[in-house]
């Protein structure tokens, strides 16, 4: 699989998302939790909160460290990956798929134009290695 899936789209916090019409799935990036090592909680928001983008929305707490995470795009939740609860190191071995963070229906689509594509995300991480 690649580091860097061709179609969703990904942010500077290094979340990334996947958007179906207005529906959208939110999760973090393999460099993000590669950076982090092994994650061992999650704090989500609730079904039915109102996220804004650019809001932290939630932590992620690894062996190194506790992260914020950011929403992408402004929305409703309307569902959390409940599995995460019982099992954070889904997000370690499945960032993209299983270890996906949350759903959120989208108030203002046009944020996406705000979002990175592949390319530009990877460019990103390298200029942040630097």
Not at 17 to 46: C, M, W
Not at 84 to 101: H, M, Q, V
Request: net charge negative.
């Amino acid at each position: 699989m690649s580091q860097t899936p061709l179609d969703l789209k990904y942010t500077r916090e290094h979340e990334w998302i996947r958007l179906d019409g207005n529906q959208a799935e939110i999760g973090i990036t393999f460099h993000a939790q590669k950076s982090l090592g092994d994650i061992v909680y999650v704090e989500l928001p609730s079904v039915g909160d109102e996220l804004e983008a650019g809001e932290e929305f939630g932590t992620i707490e690894s062996v190194k460290a506790v992260s914020s995470l950011f929403s992408p795009m402004s929305g409703k939740v309307t569902d959390i990956n409940s599995e995460l609860a019982d099992r954070p190191e889904t997000i370690n071995e499945d960032c993209y798929d299983e270890g996906w963070l949350i759903r959120v229906a989208l108030s203002e689509p046009d944020e996406q134009d705000n979002l990175l594509d592949d390319e530009e995300y990877d460019q990103f991480v390298l200029e942040e290695a630097g």
